[in-house]
């Protein structure tokens, strides 16, 4: 037997290293009116690193807080954490006050860095934190130390990598908190260079240097990670303009840029489909529209493919499995319904992955059985940040247990109904929102639904269907109802009905239930 001297791994920020050694005068990030070369962004990384390192003491294992929108400035500090063998703590950059001092808190944060206008989140931070190495801010303000000050004054440092091994920590990852406060995920070195194989294999395979991807959603999620996985091929990064998403201006960046990729949620997807933009700009560019983070609806997804042809690549994963469960491939998707259609999977494992369904006491359940969705590999995480009960209720038998409910069909391909938190039991029957939902977007006057359970006297349980309409379109709870009527038992019907003009949104795009519990609740509807 020969035993393993070491378990050091390549540091993620190596991948910079070699870009700009590859492909120094190329570009690796477009934003607006500007790019930055792989050469470029090397240089500009290594002097941060000598500005943190030297000015605040920022060195291998110390937090690194972020709140700040998507910009070059953003990319450039989480390859400096990585560089430097710290730890690159992202928050949601819409949080108040309060939650970035929970993050700082919970972090244990050594340094914030952040937009100059975060004004009331750094004195939160502060306050949370009064031993706090300092506070720089992206643009001039009058309580950090400007960025490109800093920059200017430690250009010409080079910096080299930090040695690490698998386990060292490098992205501290918080959950969207659906229950309770949010929990920090810890992502490692070792296991975010496994993802980035299984990312650039199953779901954009063939990406190269010649390629670039557009970046939607905040890089504090999701597509941070889909940032990471093409550092590896040293495809260019084209930034959404600043103030908010415009389908007209994606479009615009997609046929000017011949943008071949580009991640996103459903709720945006529909946005993209639906806009006049599609038909105004050329996006036969596009290869790869990876879209996740929630459930796509049947008839959004037939309009996606009807309108932007074989694209459309879904991925199903959690924050806790760095968003590496399954994939449906753009082979895979299909307009037809018919019987030999995959309709309602989110697709098969991935490489490297093992999926099993299990029942509330771990024991695995066979094909077509429903139970809790449950993973092992190496893309899981190292678990949850000081929090043994988390640790303790999501981890069993040495499974990743997801608080989803799904089955796999013969084939293995998953199919979700829904989370664990979203069913209601109405008259002693389990009710998976999901599947009701599905029907009623068949209904031509529905635009969005979202089903929740609401208290009864009688029955325990009941649904309450909140519905936005599509745009010129009439409807009313008589007839969703009869619509329902010979579609599914009668004890999954929703009771009542409620209209609104728009569902409510998370930062990433997504459609919570719990997010929509707390409009009505604020509205006074609930």
């Known amino acids: 037997m020969i035993e393993r001297c070491s378990n050091r791994v390549a540091n993620l920020a190596h991948f910079l290293t070699r870009n700009a050694k590859r492909w120094p005068d190329q570009p690796a990030i477009v934003w607006e009116d500007q790019t930055w ?36 400035q953003m990319i450039e500090i989480m390859l400096a954490a990585f560089r430097l063998g710290a730890v690159w703590v992202p928050c949601n950059f819409r949080q108040a006050p309060g939650e970035t001092a929970y993050a700082a808190e919970k972090s244990r944060a050594t340094i914030l860095l952040c937009d100059a206008e975060y004004a009331a989140q750094a004195e939160a931070v502060a306050a949370a934190r009064p031993d706090l190495s300092g506070i720089v801010t992206i643009g001039e303000s009058a309580f950090g130390v400007s960025y490109e000050a800093l920059l200017e004054k430690h250009a010409g440092a080079r910096v080299a990598n930090a040695e690490v091994v698998h386990n060292d920590p490098c992205w501290f990852f918080f959950t969207s908190g659906s229950t309770g406060r949010p929990k920090a995920v810890v992502l490692t070195h070792g296991q975010i260079g496994f993802v980035v194989v299984n990312y650039m294999a199953d779901l954009l395979p063939g990406t190269s240097e010649s390629d670039a991807s557009l970046v939607i959603a905040p890089l504090s999620h999701g597509a941070g990670l889909q940032l990471i996985a093409q550092l590896s091929c040293g495809s260019a990064h084209i930034l959404m303009p600043k103030g908010g998403f415009r389908p007209h201006d994606a479009f615009q960046l997609i046929e000017r840029h011949k943008v071949s990729n ?37 008839e959004d997804q037939k309009r996606a493919l009807e309108t932007l042809g074989p694209v459309l690549v879904q991925y199903y994963g959690l924050g806790e499995v760095t968003g590496n469960i399954t994939v449906l491939r753009p082979d895979e998707h299909s307009v037809d319904d018919g019987p030999n259609a995959k309709v309602g ?21 066979g094909p077509n059985e429903t139970g809790e969705v449950c993973v092992v590999g190496s893309a899981v995480c190292a678990g949850y940040l000081d929090d043994d009960g988390a640790n303790a209720k999501s981890f069993r038998n040495g499974w990743f247990r997801t608080g989803d409910i799904g089955h796999l069909d013969e084939q293995r391909y998953l199919y979700l109904t829904g989370r664990a938190s979203d069913m209601y039991i109405s008259g002693g029957s389990n009710v998976y929102p999901k599947e009701v939902e599905e029907i009623l977007l068949t209904h031509p006057a529905i635009s969005e639904v979202a089903i929740l359970g609401i208290p009864d006297p009688q029955w325990g349980e009941v649904g309450l269907a909140v519905c936005v309409k599509e745009t010129g379109q009439q409807t009313d709870a008589a007839e969703l109802s009869a619509f329902l009527k010979d579609k599914i038992t009668r004890y999954k019907m929703p009771v009542r009905y409620l209209f609104i003009e728009e569902m409510p949104t998370s930062a990433y795009g997504k459609i919570t239930k719990k997010l929509v519990r707390e409009f009505l609740t604020e509205k006074g509807l609930l």
């Open 37 to 72: 070369s792989w050469q470029n962004l090397d240089h500009r990384v290594s002097a941060l690193c000598s500005a943190l390192s030297s000015e605040f003491g920022i060195g291998k294992g110390n937090r690194m807080l972020v709140q700040a929108q998507n910009s070059h």
């Open 262 to 298: 580009m991640f996103t949620v459903p709720t945006i997807v529909k946005r993209l489909v639906e806009d006049p933009a599609v038909d105004q700009f050329d996006h036969s560019s596009l290869r790869h529209l990876i879209y996740a983070g929630a459930p796509m609806y049947r």
């Open 345 to 365: 999977t989110c697709g098969v494992e991935r490489t490297g992955i093992e999926v099993s369904i299990q029942d509330e006491t771990g024991k695995i359940l």
